[in-house]
C-alpha cells in the first residue's frame, strides 16, 4: 500500500473523490490498495459466492465486496464484508444506505503480491478490537486463511479444514480446500 496523503481528519479524508484501487483512512494516513490481480480476485469471487450460497437464500446475511466500511475513526475497504441481515446497514426508509457506518460481522483480506502479511494482520487485528466478530486474512503463496477473533490468537487453517463462522450464522462455514481449489486449472 502506497502512502498517498498524511494529516487529514477523517472527515477530510471522507470528502476526496473515490479512486480505484480504493483509497483507506488510518491514523491520519491515507493509503491506496494494491490492484488485485488475477489470483485474488479468482478467490475474493470464490468466497463470496461460497459465503452467499450459505446466507442468502434464507436471508440470514449479506456479501459485500470492495465495501467502504467507516467506523471507529477510520475508513477500510476489506475484500469482502459480510453483514448478518438484521445489521445491513440501512436508511431511514429501510433501504441499503449508501454508507456503512458500522463494522461488519466479518471481513476479509486477500494478500495481493507486493503486499506485506504483517500490515494485513495489524489491519485484521484492528477490525476485531473494533466490533468485527471475524476477520479473515487469505494467503495465497501458502494456502492457508487466518482467522482473527477477538480476545484470542490468530488460527491459522489449511486444505482439509472448515473455518466455522457460527457467531456470523449458525452453520456457516469456509471450506479452505474449496476456496484454494478456485486456483486449479480446469
Not at 73 to 78: M, Q
Not at 146 to 151: K, S, Y
Request: proline residues 9%; charged residues 30%.
Amino acid at each position: 500500500m502506497a502512502i498517498v496523503r498524511q494529516g487529514l481528519t477523517l472527515d477530510e479524508f471522507l470528502a476526496l473523490p473515490e479512486e480505484k484501487p480504493a483509497l483507506e483512512y488510518r491514523e491520519g494516513v491515507v493509503t491506496q490498495k494494491v490492484a488485485p490481480r488475477p489470483v485474488h480476485s479468482m478467490l475474493q469471487w470464490e468466497i463470496g459466492v461460497h459465503l452467499d450460497r450459505q446466507l442468502r437464500p434464507q436471508k440470514r446475511g449479506r456479501v459485500l465486496p470492495e465495501l467502504r466500511t467507516t467506523y471507529a475513526g477510520e475508513s477500510h475497504v476489506p475484500d469482502l464484508t459480510v453483514y448478518r441481515q438484521e445489521r445491513v446497514p440501512r436508511d431511514a426508509d429501510g433501504r441499503p444506505a449508501n454508507e456503512a457506518r458500522t463494522p461488519p460481522d466479518l471481513a476479509v483480506e486477500i494478500i495481493s503480491p507486493g503486499q506485506a502479511i504483517r500490515e494485513l494482520e495489524t489491519t485484521c487485528r484492528w477490525y476485531v478490537e473494533h466490533g468485527v466478530a471475524v476477520a479473515l486474512l487469505v494467503i495465497p503463496r501458502d494456502e492457508t486463511i487466518r482467522a482473527f477473533r477477538p480476545n484470542t490468537p490468530p488460527v491459522v487453517h489449511r486444505r482439509g479444514e472448515r473455518i466455522a463462522l457460527d457467531e456470523i450464522a449458525p452453520g456457516l462455514h469456509l471450506d479452505v480446500a474449496r476456496i484454494f481449489d478456485a486456483l486449479d486449472a480446469e
